[in-house]
């Protein structure tokens, strides 16, 4: 019997999508290697020409990895808007809001990436906005100090808590004024968040803005606690 050559190249299949480090991601592999030869197609379009039969292999080979690997898979396809693979990564989930080791869902961990369409593939799934992770983050705080407006919004609409604090007891107004996120600073204002809570130092958002040298956010802190 001739060496097997039926892997992606034998049939022209090369992902070009460059990985975080520049090669070829190491998810798409994952899921490449093990399909079986008649399930590849030869375009570059990895999934959305891929039959159902595959989809279920797909499915079933993922309820086999680790919560923390799962989830580091669904960040890899977040990142690269291969939202069909996301699709397919949240029907292997058992319990959409399980943590990994850090304390991680797959919520909190996608939330630091700007992509709305997979948040929400997310929260209609059944994902809990007001899971913290093992720094008690939620993932409105996450979005929040990345000034993913849109992302906050819609974390909102589904009932996040917005004056949760973490284990510093940082809010996600508190973490919007250090990392000078002005657009979602206007929205959490604008949404009730609570100015006068205090972290561990003492330090209302007020406080810390002043103290990240964030003037603009500090003036409309002054004005909004005027109103």
Known sequence: ?????????SKGFVPETPG??????????SILDFLPTSSLTETQNTCNQLSERTHNVIVLKYKQFRQDERIGELFNFSVLEQSKFVQ??????DDINAQDKFGDTALTKLCMVDNIDIIG?????GANPNIKDGNEDTPLMKASMSNHVDIVKLLLSHDADI???NNYLETALMQACAFDSVDVVVLLLDRGADINLQDQHGQTALAI?????????????????RR
């Open 163 to 165: 004056n949760l604090q």
């Open 121 to 125: 593939l997310l929260l209609n799934h």
């Open 88 to 93: 397919l990564l949240l029907n292997s989930f």
């Open 1 to 9: 019997q001739a060496a097997d050559d039926s892997g992606p190249e």
């Open 20 to 29: 975080l480090l520049g090669q070829p991601d190491d998810c798409l592999w």
């Open 209 to 225: 803005a002043l103290t990240h040298g964030n003037r603009l956010i500090a003036q409309m802190l002054l004005e909004h606690s």
